[in-house]
């Protein structure tokens, strides 16, 4: 059997990490078995739905490389794949359950059903649909609700996954609406046909279908198809680990992740261990060697919490794995226009990959550093506050002094040998001698103008010579 898989999201709004995530495991089954990915978009609500929202489901997929076979975009062998442009399939279905006798026109009003509601909530029993079908079933003319008459009574049982077997007793039956007035269908009704005609083999869903699934069985043996594979995941909690994550509960808009400079690998790799352990020690993986080792009997039953900080850092592991050229591309989106021009004028951008590297988990890190200045001293010359010059119980003359002689130490450094390691050579027996304090903050408060900033044999390294003998030289002068 071809496994064939899809993502269903309604275009309702922003896409978040809950809906991600779903998208991710049957992306992943589908590329590891060679299968089919489908996105399809359920738009049948027309009410909820939000414009822009299939761009924006498009591009979150394709942000996070979650590429599809078949697709709003791509031509299909079984027609579109927005629901709102498949409303004959629906039709033809129903008319099939009606010549079946398993359907009929939705006699009552709003009104009745609430009175037919009310005095079962008196009577202190559940409101069951079914308990009031009508004795004399209409012609449907396609303008009344047409609802699903449950062909029969029990209990059900059924296959999970992840979660075994299940099963639910006949209080979970009951006649549902197919198709509404307006002429869409609901969810209950189009998911099943639409599946059935793209060959979808298994169903990856939250956790809250699973009170549903008698009621979908029903409609599959009523329409004489074969069940999928159901694959309930596991929800993702809160950071209270209470709580179901919702776009009521604060889940991000997924391309907001985007926005303060996450990874795409990051965003997958973190998403992919919620809810599914691989087993052993490894938790960095690549997109690639998720596909290799994916599998469902990994996914987990119990809910996994979105922690923050774990996600950041995991994409600052991703970070360090880019190569070079790549880091820089990404930094330059964060960066000022300004910062970068005069970083690479001077030819120092590519000499501050490492501390970049080493400072930031997610690439916004790197605007807020730009803003404080971290990093446009690297090329122009500081401002420097003499009085921060000097460190505490030392004075302006022996402050001058010792940057003197480390200025002189520094000079008999050979300029093609110049190098943060044979800076630190150069001062740091003379630093131990004087107390490292009292040479090197000096000489980086000189070299950076900063009260924080890297060590001054790492700044000197990547600013050169020739600029680090002019700073140390306006801060000596300055002194006196």
């Known amino acids: 059997m071809k496994v064939v898989t899809r993502f269903a999201p309604s275009p309702t709004g922003f896409m978040h990490i809950g809906g991600i995530r779903t998208a991710l495991f049957a992306w992943l089954i589908a590329r590891k078995t060679n ?3 489908i996105l399809r978009i359920e738009d049948t609500d027309k009410a909820r739905e939000v414009a822009g929202s299939l761009e924006h489901i498009q591009e979150s997929l394709q942000w996070l490389g979650l590429d599809w076979d078949y697709g709003p975009d791509k031509k299909n062998p079984f027609g579109s794949a927005i629901q709102s442009q498949r409303l004959d399939t629906y039709v033809k279905a129903a008319h099939e359950l009606i010549a079946k006798g398993h359907a009929y026109p939705d006699p009552y009003t709003e009104a009745e059903v609430e009175a037919f509601r009310k005095k079962a909530e008196e009577e202190r029993r559940p409101f069951l649909y079914r308990n009031h079908r009508p004795e004399k079933i209409e ?18 049982k059924w296959n999970d996954a992840v979660r075994g077997e299940l099963e639910a007793g006949e209080e979970a039956l009951d006649d549902f609406i197919l198709i509404k007035g307006d002429g869409y269908p609901t969810y209950n009704f189009a998911h099943i046909i639409d599946d059935l005609h793209m060959g979808v083999t298994h169903v990856f869903r939250a956790d809250e279908f699973i009170a549903s699934t008698p009621k979908f069985l029903s409609l599959y043996d009523a329409l ?17 680990g209470k709580k179901k994550l919702g776009k009521r509960d604060g889940a991000k808009d997924i391309l907001e992740y985007r926005t303060e400079g996450y990874l795409p690998a990051g965003i997958v790799n973190f998403l992919a261990l919620i809810g599914w352990n691989p087993g052993g020690e490894k938790e960095i993986f690549s997109q690639e060697e998720l596909v290799q080792v994916f599998s469902i009997d990994q996914i987990q039953t119990h809910g996994g919490i979105l922690n923050e900080e774990k996600l950041k850092w995991f994409n600052r592991e991703h970070i360090l794995k880019l190569p070079e050229t790549e880091f820089i591309q990404y930094a330059k989106k964060f960066l000022s226009s300004d910062t970068c021009a005069a970083l690479e004028t001077k030819g120092v951008l590519e000499k501050l990959v490492p501390i970049m590297h080493e400072r930031i988990q997610v690439f916004k890190d790197l605007t807020e550093m730009d803003s404080a200045g971290e990093w446009l001293y690297f090329a122009e010359t500081p ?3 003499v009085v921060k010059l000097i460190p505490k119980n030392a004075d302006a ?12 130490r520094l000079q008999a450094v050979q300029e093609g040998s110049w190098t943060a390691e044979t800076v630190k050579n150069a001062v740091w027996e003379y630093a131990e001698a004087e107390g490292r304090g009292n040479v090197l903050w000096p000489l980086r408060f000189a070299l950076s103008g900063k009260e924080k900033s890297p060590d001054p044999f790492t700044i000197a390294g990547i600013i050169g010579k020739d600029e680090t003998e002019k700073r140390i030289n306006r801060a000596i002068d300055s002194l006196s």
């Not at 009344?144 to 029990?154: A, G, N, S």
């Open 35 to 37: 299968g089919t990915f």
């Open 139 to 156: 012609t449907w003319d396609g303008k009344k609700p047409l609802r699903f008459r449950v062909p029969e009574i029990k209990r059900y």
């Open 224 to 240: 004489g198809i074969p069940y999928p594979v159901f694959v309930t995941l596991p929800p993702i909690l809160g950071a209270d």
């Open 383 to 385: 401002n420097v506050e």
């Open 397 to 408: 003359t022996g402050t001058a002094s010792r940057l003197t002689e480390a200025l002189t």
